[in-house]
């Protein structure tokens, strides 16, 4: 039996055309985390390598970081709001279970009628976002594609838990996807390993709060040691696979932008990758902290902004986390 669908036309490949990234004003050093843990700044330094992070006032919402972070990334890659017909946006924190942020972030940004979804997929979100989009240019529902990541973990976040409480940061970082007549966006090597959901988690359940069963507000806890061995066991791994899957090795990057959870795991994996001297490592983690889906396109945005990283460059980018779900590939920054 024969097929009478028609084929898709979209373009051969697909590439990040431009980048985009929103802080908050309010920049929080660990000074104000020591009022309720009992640590200190150097423990909290040497533990994560993080100095200082930003913190969304009421006004930085989810959307407004985002439409911030979108219009630059717009403007970057020489294009205007109305010519974007998918916007993709991760998070785990926008509070509205439905409509979808994207939806009003697409609204508010002037595109014109495009497709809009949001995807949870905690610090990995970036990657799952970018291969979507990828995805849709090279399969022909849509030319440009906005990718955001953005987080209020602040919202989030156990002042309490001497375990998490210095960790987290607020943010948005963007990206748009568009055509391309060469491969600039490598295959994707991405999972999941449910059965190690309990060590990056929401402490309970939105429910739980709502009928009173619990009177602390819902959080985000984890594992420390355990999440530390897998990342910088297993997502080295992860990292080696997609630079095989691109047909490259650690000696043709020119720059590694892992998720900014923690320097030490940063380190770690520069040092089991054996990445050359020459490779750009992004350290944004010691200013920003741990924005999750913000992450990834917030370091690649002030790498490019600061020069340490330029136009043409080639990037390993891997961002793993709650899930445990993981996403690394292989990109040349716009």
């Known amino acids: 039996m024969s097929t ?3 084929p898709s036309q979209g373009a051969p490949y697909a590439r990040i055309m431009g980048v985009g990234g929103y802080r908050p004003v309010r920049v929080v050093p660990n000074e104000v ?3 309720t843990i009992d640590s200190s700044d150097e ?12 913190w969304a006032s009421p006004e930085e919402t989810v959307a407004a970081m985002s439409i911030e972070a979108a219009g630059k990334a717009i403007a970057d890659a020489g294009l205007t709001p109305q010519q974007i017909d998918g916007v ?3 998070t785990v924190s926008h509070f509205k279970q439905t409509p979808a942020v994207a939806t009003e972030i697409a609204d508010k940004i002037g595109a014109n009628k495009p497709a809009a979804f949001d995807i949870s997929a905690g610090c990995a979100g970036f990657g799952y976002g970018l291969t979507l989009a990828k995805g849709m240019v090279v399969e022909g529902s849509a030319e440009y594609v906005l990718v955001i990541g953005v987080e209020r973990l602040s919202d989030l976040t156990d002042l309490e838990d001497r375990a998490t409480a210095f960790l987290f940061g607020d943010g948005a970082g963007a990206v748009v996807v568009g055509p391309a007549k060469e491969p600039m966006i490598g295959p994707t090597v991405w999972g999941s390993e449910g059965d190690k959901s309990e060590t990056i988690k929401q402490t309970v359940p939105w429910d739980d709060y709502r009928n009173g069963t619990v009177e602390k507000f819902p959080a985000i806890t984890q594992e420390g040691q355990a999440v530390f061995r897998w990342a910088v066991f297993e997502m080295a791994k992860v990292a080696q696979q997609a630079l095989d899957a691109a047909g490259i090795s650690a000696d043709d990057l020119d720059v590694f932008i ?22 750009t490592v992004a350290r944004d983690v010691e200013t920003t902290g741990n924005t999750s889906a913000a992450s990834i396109p917030l370091a690649m945005e002030r790498l490019l902004a600061t020069g340490q990283a330029k136009s ?14 993981y996403a690394a590939t292989v990109v040349t920054l716009p």
Do not use: C, Y
């Open 88 to 90: 993709i946006v991760s």
């Open 43 to 54: 423990w909290i330094r040497s533990r994560s390598g993080i100095a200082t992070r930003h």
């Open 258 to 279: 892992p998720h900014q959870a923690n320097m030490r795991i940063i380190d770690s994996m520069v040092k089991t990758l054996k990445l050359p001297e020459h490779v």
């Open 33 to 35: 985390i020591l009022e």
């Open 4 to 6: 009478k669908i028609k």
């Open 312 to 325: 043409g460059d080639t990037a390993l980018v891997i961002g793993f986390g709650a899930g445990l779900v």
